[in-house]
């Protein structure tokens, strides 16, 4: 678990005060990768930075992959003498995946696909900061880096990957355009009903998982103001993780992960465009999705798949079907024998 936090409209200014006593020493700098929707926003001016601090901006267009950890890496290493005191990642889920990657990287040997599994990371990580500017993806509380790699997209699963501090800050998400709320709340959505309705379920998740989906229901389907909806989504997001942190997620979540690896489709929406279609497994999710979806006002784009050929169907069917644990979790121990590949393809053919 993620063993300090902080919560608040504007703790983002507790940022400096927090990393100040992590400092080793004037030459070895905190670095920030921050999305570069700030760069030359206002709150570029709020980092704290000091000596020779670096921020380096980076893209959320795509999605991390272990190369580009890699580089960054490289890069770090190159221009300093000392290991840095530290890494803050300020961004969605894919910059806070791609922080943690970077400080276990900077502390472990190798390429950072080496590390793609679970628990094969043998040093702690350097001390890493994660500040979450989009809410859903508990991204921020998870044990987890999802990376692109060259032969899989993965998870670096370790004790070393959950961030030493988060800065909560409703406040930072005010600027998220409406569909990608959505996208990215419904990621949220989705962790809760693929945790609660899966086989894996137990006390502790239960416990989080029906806690993130009553804000869920509060945030999408209730009367909130605008400050309300960012503060409620926000801790939605963090239950929502804790929830899969000690269970596991499901059908949306290893289907996506199909479309994310030939078509490039992000995670929140790619979760969104399998869920819509899920009602065999997931009835009264799908219903309750839809009515948000519905009360949103928000279209989802289609004909994705409709034209793809044999050969790229089979390969998204093919990914969706190596993630064992997440179709253990959602149908049982014989999930093989309550799934069929026409099934999936059919699934894929409606997006
Ligand atoms: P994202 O980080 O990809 O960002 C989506 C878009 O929102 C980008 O265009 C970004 O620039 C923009 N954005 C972010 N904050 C903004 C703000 N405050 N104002 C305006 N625009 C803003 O989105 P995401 O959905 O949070 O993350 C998806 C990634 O998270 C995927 O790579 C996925 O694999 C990963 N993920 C990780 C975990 C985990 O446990 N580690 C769980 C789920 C998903
Ligand atoms: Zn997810």
């Not at 889920?93 to 502390?107: C, E, F, Q, Y």
């Not at 032969?151 to 070393?160: A, E, P, R």
């Not at 960012?230 to 199909?258: D, F, P, R």
Request: hydrophobic share 40%; charged share 20%.
């Amino acid at each position: 678990m993620v063993p300090r936090v902080v919560y608040g409209r504007g703790s983002f200014d507790q940022l400096a005060d927090i990393l100040l006593p992590k400092r080793k020493n004037s030459e070895a700098p905190f670095i920030f990768l921050v999305d570069d929707f700030f760069e030359g926003k206002a709150l570029q001016q709020r980092i704290p930075w000091l000596f020779n601090d670096q921020i380096i901006f980076i893209s959320a267009e795509e999605e991390p992959k272990t190369e580009q950890v890699d580089a960054l890496v490289q890069k770090i290493s190159k221009d300093f003498d000392e290991i840095p005191s530290g890494i803050v990642g300020i961004g969605g889920g894919t910059l806070l995946d791609l922080a943690k990657a970077v400080a276990i990287m900077l502390n472990n040997e190798g390429s950072s696909s080496q590390y793609q599994g679970w628990d094969l990371v043998n040093r702690p990580a350097l001390y890493h900061v994660g500040v979450p500017t989009i809410s859903g993806t508990g991204a921020e509380v998870s044990r987890t880096a999802v990376l692109l790699g060259p032969d899989k997209k993965l998870g670096i699963n370790s004790d070393y990957t959950t961030y030493d501090q988060v800065v909560l800050d409703p406040e930072l998400a005010t600027t998220v355009p409406k569909d990608q709320w959505f996208y990215t709340g419904m990621d949220c959505f989705i962790h809760c009903v693929e945790s609660l309705e899966g086989t894996y379920l137990n006390a502790f998740s239960q416990s989080h998982g029906e806690k993130a989906l009553e804000l869920c229901k509060e945030v999408f389907l209730g009367e909130l103001s605008q400050n309300e909806g960012e503060e409620k989504l926000m801790m939605a997001s963090w239950h929502g993780g804790m929830s899969i942190a000690y269970s596991q997620v499901g059908v949306a979540h290893a289907m996506s992960y199909g479309l994310s690896y030939v078509l490039g489709t992000k995670h929140g929406l790619g979760n969104c465009l399998v869920f819509q279609h899920l009602q065999e497994f997931y009835p009264e999710g799908v219903e309750l999705f839809l009515k948000m979806k519905t009360k949103q006002g928000i279209e989802f784009p289609n004909n994705l798949c409709s034209e793809l050929c044999d050969s790229d169907l089979d390969q998204m069917v093919q990914i969706a079907l190596s993630m064992e644990p997440l179709w253990e979790n959602a149908l049982g121990k014989n999930w093989r024998d309550r799934i069929t590949r026409d099934q999936l393809i059919q699934i894929y053919q409606k997006i």
